[in-house]
Structure formats: structure tokens, C-alpha cells
């Protein structure tokens, strides 16, 4: 009944792609419908949804995926062009500077991975329909990859297991977020009440139930906070509790975090993709922490973000900054460093960065550090990537609190997260305090560009960026859908 199996290609028809991934685990081998529904044994169960986890795994912890576009089109992170090393045909120049197109390899990238994941989990819905749990955990995992579709592009196509096939049309905002709506409160029940952090559970549907929520207003233009509160509410009654050491949520080993809620269970030897050693460090920190391959120096966070951290912010250790050493202790240099670098050849990581491009120096701007790094890592990492955790939506209570006037539970919520942090409690609470709240509490964690544009922050002038033009709070519909798909309608200013 079992095979063990390192690959499994199959066709996607409602996303018209054939894709594969890899797999290293049984799988169901010549297993009907009636079998898994007549058997009580839950390992056929776990095995049958494998495929589905494994394609939201995919590529979100990847350079030039959707993680990516979230992160540098914000004021959080930049990648900087140094001569020709991230020149990249100038993608995360417009990306940083709000001048995209829809011709981007990124925003393709982004909408492939979503609907791979919304094929491979229709897929299953159509094979096992008479399943009921099963049903419930896939369609509220459709869901939340829905939630990262309505917030990137908008107006997209809603595909279901019911959906009829050939080239589908956008759906309008509203639709889809009533899609996603219905899709949770509709399973929600059905899911189990225990603490799953790799898999859909009854407290991570109403987080992703709470996010949607909170950004009801930009999605369909009618506010929903008080729903979003009360859906936080049920996330906070579960078995979860603020981490006492903030970066255990990030670890290599972070399976035991009390306060993440939903991974991605990445594994540097059998689920690999998250590369962010790879995507952030400087070449020769390849030597701090003996990793087994080379790092591309790109990603740096933005001189403004990192210097709004207070010194005494425990978060503040979320950078790598100053100077840099070899894991034996002695001082790393760069030899190929800049000759008018005032920092020379020491490597050294700066809060400043002297330019966007082409002149970026090797070594500007402090990197992420927010993830640890495991000695002797590979290219990949083995930390699970938290998609929902306990801070974040003790933040949205804050803010659905504050915004329907109750300024005392939204003081109290901030001053939790802050105690953590170890600063100081305030004494009151604006939207200003939370939105900073949000930004430190979140970095690196593909939720800035989300609450700038929530916040009215989106549209601002920030360094190497002038202002933005209003329709760019939406990424447009890749080029190349288009061009596949003529019942696709851009959005509007592309």
C-alpha cells in the first residue's frame, strides 16, 4: 500500500501547468477514495495531505518569490546593486523604488507558487470528496493562500474543485474575499482544537480568519474590526503563550516555540528553500558560520528601520551589524572591498548604505539576522518558517481595539508585546504606536508592505523612493498570465 518515492510530478488542470516537487516521505500507492474513507488509521490521512503542505513549503522562504516582493517593495529591506552583482536586468531597483512592471520574473514567480498550491490542493478536493476533516483542513489552506492572493494582486481568479476548467477570469476583490470568508467560517468546526503547528488547525483558521479581517477595509472598502478582534480572540484562548525569549520563534530548533502557530517545516536536507543566509549575508560571512556554500550579499535592511529600534529592544538583535568575524574569532576582510569605502577592507556592516545602485558598497547596510543561522548550514535552512504566531495577533487585537475606541485593551495589548521586548509599558496607546509596534514585532516577516499600505504609510517618499503612485498599493497581473490566459484583466495603472 506504501512505496517510498523522492519525486512525484502530476498535472495541475486547473492552473493548466505540469510542476513537481520533492517529496521525502511514504506516499499513497494504489490506495482508492473508499480505502482511506473506510480506514481509521490517520497516518493514510497525513500522507494524502503532504503534497498540498508541501507546496505552500515551496518557495516562500526563497529569494525572487512572493517573500521577496513583500520585503523589498517595503521600507524594510533593499537589495543593493553593487557594479554588476544584483543588477538583475534592475527588478529590485524598481521594486524599491515603486516603478515596477508587470513584466516582473518576481510577481510571476509569486503568482505560480500560489496557484500551484491551489491546484495541488483542489486536486485532492477532487479525488476525496467524501472525507470530511480533510476537506475542511484543504479548503481553509486554499484560503490562506487566497489571503496572499488578494493582498498581492487583488483581483484574481477564485479556482475551486468545482471549477469547470480552460482560462478562468478575475474575480473582484470583494468575491474573493468573500471567498475566503466562507471558506473558513464554513470548516472551521470541523478543525481540531490542538496545538499543529505544521498543519491547519481550528486557532490558525481564525488567525488567518483575523487577518483578513483587519484588512477588511482595504479589501472590499467596509472596516471589519470588530470582527477581527473576536477572531483573535479565539487564537488567544488556545494553547499558545508569548515566547519569554523572542528569538526561540526563530531558531533552527524552534518546533518547541510556545507562540508559533502555523509553519513551514522547512529542512535543510528533505524541504529545502529557505535560503536566507543565502539572501542577506556578505561573501566572507561564509566564514562566520562555516556554511557549506558561499552567501550572494544582497538583502539589507534600510538605515531608517534598523535606527527607529531603541537600543534596550531585544528585537533590536534582529540585524547583523558593525564589525565582522570568523568563527574562530579572528577579523574577516574584504579584499575586494571599494577603495573609497571610508570603512575599508575590515568587513564591516553599516547602518548606512551609500547608494541604491550601481554603487553600493559590499559591505553597507546591516543585514538580516532575525533567523538564526546554524553553523555548517547548507544553502538552505532548517528553521520553520512562522507564518502565523501569537505576537502578530495580539497586535491585530490592539489595533481592532484602538480603531473601535477601546484604547484600554489596545494598551494593554501593546504593552505585553513591549515587556517581551523589553521596553518600557506606555501609559497610552495611538495608531502611530502600534504601526511601529507592528513594524518591530514583524520585520523580516513579510508583513511591512501590508501594514504600510493599511496604515496610509504606503504611498511616502522613503529613501531612494519618491512618492508612489496610488495604484501601486496593488502588484499587477504577471505578463506572461496574461499573455497565457486572454480572460485576464490587468489592474488598473499597469
Not at 97 to 117: M, V
Not at 244 to 260: I, M
Not at 348 to 359: D, V
Amino acid at each position: 500500500m506504501f512505496k517510498s518515492i523522492k519525486k512525484i510530478c502530476l498535472l495541475v488542470p486547473v492552473v493548466m501547468l505540469a510542476s513537481c516537487w520533492e517529496l521525502d516521505q511514504e506516499v499513497l500507492d494504489g490506495v482508492t477514495a473508499e480505502d482511506v474513507a473506510n480506514s481509521d488509521n490517520p497516518v493514510l490521512i497525513d500522507v494524502l495531505k503532504a503534497s498540498a503542505y508541501s507546496r505552500i513549503v515551496g518557495s516562500w522562504g526563497g529569494h525572487n518569490s512572493i517573500w521577496s516582493i513583500n520585503e523589498v517593495a517595503s521600507d524594510e529591506m533593499a537589495i543593493p546593486q553593487k557594479g554588476a552583482d544584483w543588477e538583475d536586468g534592475g527588478q529590485w531597483l524598481r521594486m524599491h523604488r515603486h516603478t515596477w512592471n508587470a513584466s516582473e520574473e518576481s510577481f510571476n514567480n509569486s503568482w505560480n507558487y500560489c496557484f500551484s498550491a491551489v491546484g495541488e490542493i483542489n486536486n485532492l478536493l477532487i479525488q476525496y470528496p467524501d472525507l470530511p476533516a480533510l476537506n475542511a483542513e484543504l479548503k481553509i489552506l486554499r484560503a490562506f493562500v487566497y489571503l496572499w492572493l488578494i493582498d498581492s494582486f487583488g483581483n484574481v481568479p477564485i479556482i475551486t474543485e468545482q471549477s469547470s476548467g480552460g482560462n478562468p477570469t478575475n474575480n473582484s476583490r470583494a468575491e474573493v474575499f468573500a471567498f475566503i470568508e466562507s471558506s473558513i467560517l464554513d470548516n472551521a468546526a470541523l478543525l481540531p482544537q490542538v496545538d499543529s503547528k505544521t498543519t491547519i488547525n481550528f486557532y490558525s483558521a481564525h488567525a488567518i480568519l483575523a487577518k483578513l479581517y483587519l484588512n477588511a477595509e482595504i479589501y472590499t472598502g467596509t472596516a471589519r474590526w470588530a470582527d477581527a478582534e473576536a477572531a483573535a480572540d479565539v487564537v488567544m484562548s488556545g494553547p499558545y503563550s508569548l515566547s519569554s525569549n523572542f528569538f526561540n520563534n526563530f531558531a533552527t530548533r524552534n518546533g518547541g516555540s510556545t507562540e508559533n502557530i502555523f509553519t513551514l517545516p522547512y529542512d535543510e536536507n528533505n524541504a529545502g528553500g529557505f535560503n536566507l543566509a543565502q539572501m542577506t549575508l556578505h561573501y566572507l560571512s561564509q566564514n562566520t558560520f562555516d556554511l557549506q556554500e558561499q552567501p550572494w550579499n544582497g538583502y539589507a535592511s534600510l538605515e531608517e528601520f534598523y535606527n527607529s529600534f531603541d537600543d534596550e529592544d531585544v528585537r533590536k538583535g534582529s540585524f547583523l551589524v558593525g564589525p565582522q568575524f570568523a568563527s574562530d574569532g579572528t577579523r574577516l576582510n574584504d579584499i575586494s572591498a571599494e577603495a573609497n569605502d571610508p570603512d575599508g577592507q575590515p568587513l564591516t556592516f553599516t547602518p548606512e548604505i551609500n547608494e541604491l545602485a550601481p554603487g553600493a558598497y559590499r559591505q553597507a547596510g546591516v543585514r538580516v539576522g532575525k533567523y538564526e543561522f546554524a553553523s555548517g548550514a547548507g544553502s538552505s535552512l532548517s528553521n520553520d518558517y512562522p507564518l502565523l504566531r501569537l505576537g502578530d495577533i495580539i497586535l491585530v487585537k490592539a489595533e481592532a481595539a484602538l480603531r473601535t475606541g477601546d484604547a484600554g485593551t489596545a494598551l494593554t495589548m501593546v504593552n505585553m508585546i513591549r515587556s517581551r521586548a523589553n521596553l518600557p509599558a506606555l501609559s497610552a496607546v495611538t495608531l502611530d504606536d502600534i504601526y511601529d509596534e507592528r513594524g518591530k514585532e514583524m520585520f523580516a516577516e513579510a508583513s511591512r508592505r501590508t501594514d504600510m499600505i493599511r496604515f496610509g504609510k504606503w504611498n511616502q517618499p522613503w529613501w531612494e523612493k519618491g512618492q508612489s503612485e496610488p495604484f501601486r498599493a496593488l502588484f499587477p497581473i504577471p505578463l506572461p498570465q496574461i499573455n497565457a490566459n486572454p480572460n485576464l484583466v490587468q489592474n488598473p495603472g499597469y
